[in-house]
């Protein structure tokens, strides 16, 4: 008789879900797995879509059972190979210390482990839109044990109180959240007084160096980018890609699905057609 194995999973992908639409786990899931990885998605929220629309309906999932999803994880010994875990929206405060206390738990089997932490806040446009205590928690429980974030430029302020306008501000804030496991902070939607009609930029900030990737802007505005720019970060890198590179080629790849979904006049973010 034959014994089969648990499925052996890289990526733990812990963002919102909606039903309709392209943000959060449903845009990063699809994203990791055409790299070729195997992927478990743990929903913090799940919404009918993005709370844009006149309607939306869902919400945070219940504390015992997000905690109960990341533990029958382990459960299941599904994490044997575990490589990455990528962080996105977290529906409050009391998720991110779960989810916390949950990494601190795993940690000491994964020494290598590639932890990203998307760091949703808001954005310059709409400001706040997460319970506000999350700023707090993101700072406090999840910062210092990524060995990356992905901060915009609004949430890069919010985090660490200080001016973002121009490139050297948007350093001098992100070398603030280098600190304890954190390597480095990719910061996109960076600079926005250095920006002009046509172009946008993301800034690479490690302790000794730092990098400016100008890339177009495009004149339209589907949510779910950073989620996607977020997931094609941690594909890059753990096809080896030094975190620059990764940031480049993430930065291509959100503007092919720009593209794409510009190309189909759709309103949601779509992936373009595989290669």
């Not at 879900?17 to 786990?25: A, D, E, I, S």
């Not at 478990?40 to 919400?59: D, I, M, Q």
């Not at 985090?159 to 996109?188: K, S, Y």
């Amino acid at each position: 008789m034959n014994t089969f194995g648990p499925l052996p999973l890289d990526v733990v992908s812990i963002m919102s879900q909606v039903v309709y639409g392209h943000v959060g786990n449903s845009i990063a899931v699809p994203r990791l797995c055409r790299a070729g990885l195997h992927v478990a998605a743990v929903p913090t929220v799940v919404l009918s879509n993005t709370p844009h629309y006149p309607t939306v309906h869902g919400g945070a999932l219940p504390l015992d059972w997000f905690q109960d999803y990341l533990d029958d994880l382990l459960a299941r010994d599904a994490l044997y190979r575990l490589r990455a875990v990528v962080v996105g929206f977290l529906g409050n405060a009391a998720q991110a210390q779960a989810l916390g206390r949950w990494l601190d738990r795993i940690r000491p089997n994964y020494p290598d482990l590639l932890l990203i932490v998307d760091t949703v806040i808001g954005d310059h446009d709409h400001g706040i839109y997460v319970d506000p205590s999350l700023v707090d928690a993101y700072r406090d429980l999840l910062i210092g044990k990524a060995r990356g974030l992905t901060p915009n430029g609004f949430e890069l302020a919010q985090l660490t109180g200080l001016p973002v306008d121009g490139i050297d501000d948007t350093i001098r804030a992100a070398r603030q959240l280098l600190a304890g496991n954190t390597e480095w902070v990719v910061v996109t939607s960076a600079a926005p007084a250095t920006w002009t009609p046509d172009d946008m930029k993301i800034l690479v900030v490690t302790r000794t160096d730092a990098t400016t990737i100008v890339h177009p802007r495009l004149a339209l505005t589907p949510k779910g980018t950073g989620d996607l720019f977020t997931a094609s970060l941690a594909a890059h890198l753990l096809e080896g890609a030094p975190i620059e590179t990764a940031a480049r080629r993430s930065a291509d790849d959100v503007l092919a699905a720009l593209r794409e979904t510009q190309r189909a006049q759709c309103a949601e973010l779509l992936l373009p057609p595989r290669p």
